[in-house]
């Protein structure tokens, strides 16, 4: 079964600072998600990459995916309080539902 | 505001309790889901409806008992519970079941079993 490893679990950075948190996938990556999540409340999506090579950006978000690596990047520029939460990234397999990571917990502090 | 609503937003059931969750999806999709969230672990697919019809069941204890009785609606039945299987519980809905279609998550049920 597919298994995705987020880099690092954990990132406290100042704000303003800029930002980067990977996912690497166990197998080949059909498509890549981004979410985030506040504590103890339900997923927002951010974006989706298909294709090798791909970038997306969403304001300050930008999201990466290397096929051949079978990892996607998730940077932020500038990061703000409102940043914070953990961003899980899901993968699509292709012919099941998504399998998540566990995700990567980030603070901005001031 | 995502389209999709759970309620209760928090629940406390003893073991011997029987409640249910509720989902309600207002996206007009044909796929629904249910996903657990324990700390520390990957988000857990627990069950996937298609067009009503239950298409995965992921090894999930008979505790757990999903319903669907229409495309926009899904119930998660719970009997008899673990202090364990407290969690986070997602509902989440997508357009179609098929690859490239976004999976949209409401505000989760934290169940806590005592």
């Known amino acids: 079964s597919q298994e995705l490893e987020q880099s690092p679990q954990s990132l406290i950075v100042q704000e303003g600072k800029n930002l980067t948190i990977n996912c690497t996938s166990s197998k080949t990556l059909y498509g890549l998600y981004w979410y985030k999540q506040k504590y103890g409340e339900g997923l927002i999506f951010l974006m989706m990459?298909?294709?090798?090579?791909e970038e997306k950006s969403h304001e300050k978000i930008t999201a990466k995916l290397d096929e051949k690596k079978q990892q996607s990047s998730l940077h932020i520029t500038a990061s703000q309080p409102s940043h914070a939460g953990i961003y899980l990234c899901g993968a699509d397999p292709g012919n099941t539902p998504l399998v998540f990571g566990k995700g990567t917990r980030l603070s901005v502090i001031a | 505001e995502t389209g999709v609503t759970q309620t209760p937003r928090h629940l406390v059931m003893g073991m011997t309790n029987k409640k249910s969750l509720k989902c309600e999806q207002h996206l007009g999709h044909n796929a629904m889901y249910w996903y657990k969230q324990s700390a520390k672990k990957p988000l857990e697919l627990m069950f996937v409806?298609?067009?009503?019809?239950?298409?995965e069941n992921n090894s999930v204890p008979s505790r757990f008992s999903p319903e669907c009785p229409n495309s926009s609606h899904l119930f998660l039945h719970l009997h008899t519970l673990q202090p364990e299987d407290s969690a986070l519980y997602l509902c989440?809905?997508?357009?179609?079941?098929?690859?490239?279609?976004?999976?949209?998550f409401g505000e989760g049920s934290w169940l806590t079993v005592v």
């Open positions: 989440a809905s997508s357009q179609e079941l098929t690859s490239g279609n976004t999976i949209y």
């Open positions: 409806y298609n067009f009503k019809e239950q298409t």
């Open positions: 990459l298909q294709k090798g090579g």
